[in-house]
């Protein structure tokens, strides 16, 4: 009877513990990122009453006889199957979908599922719940990001401004076929220099190659860059357009190269003028600008990150985008060797193994779904049948100690 109730009494302080468990899994059932946890019990040491006896020429062999002496927790583990990925339309809330965790703090670092984030006053992209620093590598001068050197803070500037020299201008439109020969038409063009700033320049196109070219060159204009429409004086570049007799564009020549001047502290730029889109036909000219490439000066109006690769880029008012990082991801043998802390976040274990940390969606790391975020994979269905199962083992553990109690105290009244 003693022994029995030391067996039931093993029951009910694991029971206990699963139903803490379950609690806390209930608990976390809407944690973003949260890993829900599971039980796993394991019997005690079985006394041994008789170890049995092996066959004989006439007997047969007799098996062990032992009793067992209750149950104990074997683990406690993490379930890392994927959670749900909840859509927020907010472009830095991330998840994963697969393997892989964030990383936050550069020293002492802890990972995690939960990838809502935002920016601090210092410009750090931290997780927005914990404030931790989220770690992944910030892009070079030129925009290039390198993934083998080790991971550091997120710090973005969002107080740039930025612009684009203009390097092609695309003219579209017609040259009247009934200019007279050294006869011009004049277009004014406005073009950025490297510091945003708008600079003009007219091309002046004269019909027939050069001034004073024989009357028979009539399907060939000649432009040129020129500081005073009025004076023809050349600032910068020139060269011949040549069509066909049915006033098509055939080919152009360029001549020197066009070097435009810009403003105080820019750098002066070259510039190509694409003129196959014009046409040489009876109607009046009617040349225009059709489109350029340069862009003024614009400032940071967003920050995106990008699905799958978790780039870091920033919009900007005018258009461009400019590289700035990368957000990193960790993996690990063996995730359920982690040790869980606080802020959903996770510690590396003895048995974890350290983390392989790279770029999302390779070595085994999964993508980074961005305006996501992964829901608490915890199933209440389960959680709320694993209660029950809790329940009805510690009523039937107890059940054991009362008939236990009461065959003692029926062998006490013996006495009687």
């Known amino acids: 009877?003693?022994?029995?109730?030391?067996?039931?009494?093993?029951?009910?302080?694991?029971?206990?513990?699963?139903?803490?468990?379950?609690?806390n899994n209930l608990a976390n059932s809407n944690t973003i990122g949260f890993k829900a946890s599971r039980v796993l019990s394991q019997d005690q040491?079985?006394?041994?009453?008789?170890?049995?006896?092996?066959?004989?020429?006439?007997?047969?062999?007799?098996?062990?006889?032992?009793?067992?002496?209750?149950?104990?927790?074997?683990?406690?583990?993490?379930?890392?199957?994927?959670?749900?990925?909840?859509?927020?339309?907010?472009?830095?809330?991330?998840?994963?979908?697969?393997?892989?965790?964030?990383?936050?703090?550069?020293?002492?670092?802890?990972?995690?599922?939960e990838g809502s984030m935002s920016l601090d006053m210092d410009g750090y992209?931290?997780?927005?719940?914990?404030?931790?620093?989220?770690?992944?590598?910030?892009?070079d001068a030129s925009g290039a990001i390198d993934n083998n050197i080790p991971v550091d803070d997120i710090s973005i500037v969002t107080d740039?401004?930025?612009?684009?020299?203009?390097?092609?201008?695309?003219?579209?439109?017609?040259?009247?076929?009934?200019?007279?020969?050294?006869?011009?038409?004049?277009?004014?063009?406005?073009?950025?220099?490297?510091?945003?700033?708008?600079?003009?320049?007219?091309?002046?196109?004269?019909?027939?190659?050069?001034?004073?070219?024989?009357?028979?060159?009539?399907t060939q204009w000649?432009?040129?860059?020129?500081?005073?429409?009025?004076?023809?004086?050349?600032?910068?570049?020139?060269?011949?357009?040549?069509?066909?007799?049915?006033?098509?564009?055939?080919?152009?020549?360029?001549?020197?190269p066009i070097v435009l001047q810009t403003s105080t502290g820019a750098d002066a730029f070259d510039l190509t003028i694409d003129f196959s889109k014009l046409t040489m036909l009876s109607a009046t000219s009617t040349v225009a600008v059709t489109s350029q490439d340069g862009l003024p000066a614009g400032t940071v109006t967003d920050v995106y990150i990008s699905p799958n690769d978790g780039i870091i880029s920033l919009m900007y008012s005018n258009g461009m985008s400019e590289?700035?990082?990368?957000?990193?991801?960790?993996r690990f043998n063996n995730p359920t060797g982690l040790m869980k802390a606080d802020d959903t976040t996770f510690l590396p274990g003895l048995n974890s193994g350290d983390p392989q940390i790279g770029a999302g969606n390779t070595g085994g790391r999964g993508s980074i779904a961005a305006s996501y975020l992964e829901a608490s994979n915890v199933d209440m269905a389960q959680e709320f049948t694993n209660m029950i199962l809790a329940?009805?083992?510690?009523?039937?553990?107890?059940?054991?100690?009362?008939?236990?109690?009461?065959?003692?105290?029926?062998?006490?009244?013996?006495?009687?």
């Open 1 to 23: 009877m003693i022994r029995s109730m030391y067996t039931a009494i093993s029951s009910l302080n694991l029971q206990q513990k699963y139903l803490d468990v379950v609690s």
């Open 45 to 113: 040491f079985s006394q041994m009453m008789s170890p049995g006896s092996s066959p004989t020429a006439t007997q047969g062999g007799v098996n062990p006889i032992q009793i067992g002496l209750g149950v104990s927790l074997g683990y406690i583990s993490s379930n890392f199957t994927q959670g749900v990925l909840q859509s927020t339309g907010r472009n830095m809330d991330l998840g994963i979908q697969g393997d892989g965790f964030f990383i936050y703090g550069n020293e002492n670092r802890r990972y995690s599922r």
């Open 125 to 139: 992209l931290v997780n927005s719940a914990s404030g931790l620093r989220t770690q992944g590598w910030l892009a």
């Open 160 to 218: 740039n401004t930025l612009a684009r020299a203009t390097a092609t201008v695309n003219l579209g439109g017609n040259l009247s076929a009934g200019t007279a020969l050294n006869g011009t038409y004049n277009v004014t063009m406005g073009v950025y220099d490297s510091l945003g700033a708008l600079q003009t320049a007219t091309v002046q196109f004269t019909r027939g190659a050069t001034a004073g070219v024989t009357p028979n060159i009539t």
């Open 222 to 256: 000649s432009w040129a860059l020129v500081n005073d429409p009025a004076t023809a004086v050349a600032e910068a570049g020139g060269g011949t357009i040549t069509f066909d007799e049915n006033g098509q564009y055939v080919s152009d020549t360029p001549g020197a």
């Open 323 to 330: 590289q700035v990082g990368q957000v990193a991801l960790a």
């Open 391 to 416: 329940q009805r083992g510690f009523q039937a553990s107890s059940r054991v100690i009362t008939t236990s109690d009461e065959i003692l105290q029926e062998l006490v009244n013996l006495k009687r």
